[in-house]
């Protein structure tokens, strides 16, 4: 059964700061791993997708990396800016019954950047 | 490009009443998957339908129900009300089934208050 980790659950920086969030998962047999914010009562937004057979995909100041065989992510975020302020969802398609769209995400980090 | 759309974006109910939520797909996409979260389980899958199927299902009792129309609109039907059903409702939209490339985009939101 797939489970993701993320660790820390909360980080708060000062603004202009580089900084790392990272995110583990058990099974290795993953289509993809794909990175979300969340703003408070608010949907996900997407920020990053990595496929499978990638190691690293950047948007704009943002860079994730994938180690399929250690179950390992990073999202890097240089520098930071207070609006990058929210809760950072990692997630990954369930392996368990076949092929499926259920993603199955980690608890968050909680970032809050300070001004 | 319009985004995924859900409504209403608010409701408060009271126990006992059922409910009906309205998530419409970005145009092209034929995958929707609901999820429910709230502050102590965090984001848990509801189902999943691709044309009109459903492909998936989590692990809710009887009263949650949900389906597919042929324009690829899904809706989801809570009956019998709990305290416990409050939640942030999500809907994700995406393709088709799951591939490496498969990106997921979430909706707003429906924010259910149960009396």
């Known amino acids: 059964k797939q489970e993701v980790t993320q660790i820390p659950a909360a980080l708060s920086v000062p603004e202009g700061e580089n900084l790392v969030l990272n995110c583990s998962f058990t099974d290795s047999a993953i289509y993809n791993l794909q990175w979300f914010r969340q703003d408070p009562g608010k949907g996900l937004t997407s920020l990053l997708l990595i496929q499978s057979s990638q190691r690293e995909q950047t948007s704009g100041r943002l860079n994730a990396s994938l180690d399929k065989s250690s179950g390992r992510s990073t999202l890097y975020i240089a520098a930071s800016q207070p609006g990058d302020s929210a809760t950072y969802l990692c997630?990954?398609?369930?392996?368990?019954?076949?092929?499926?769209?259920?993603?199955?995400f980690g608890t968050g980090t909680l970032l809050a950047v300070q001004p | 490009k319009a985004g995924v759309t859900q409504t209403p974006r608010y409701l408060i109910k009271t126990r006992g009443q059922q409910v009906t939520l309205s998530c419409s797909p970005i145009s092209g996409h034929r995958s929707v998957s609901w999820y429910q979260q709230t502050p102590g389980q965090g984001l848990q899958f509801l189902f999943e339908?691709?044309?009109?199927?459903?492909?998936n299902k989590g692990n809710f009792p009887g009263r949650f129900s949900g389906r597919q129309f042929s324009n690829s609109r899904s809706e989801m039907n809570v009956s019998t009300l709990e305290l416990g059903d409050s939640a942030l409702y999500l809907c994700?939209?995406?393709?088709?089934?799951?591939?490496?490339?498969?990106?997921?985009?979430f909706g707003p939101g429906t924010r259910l208050t149960v009396l």
């Open positions: 997630a990954v398609p369930s392996s368990y019954g076949g092929a499926t769209n259920k993603l199955i």
């Open positions: 994700a939209s995406s393709l088709g089934p799951t591939t490496k490339d498969n990106e997921q985009f």
């Open positions: 339908y691709f044309s009109e199927t459903q492909r």
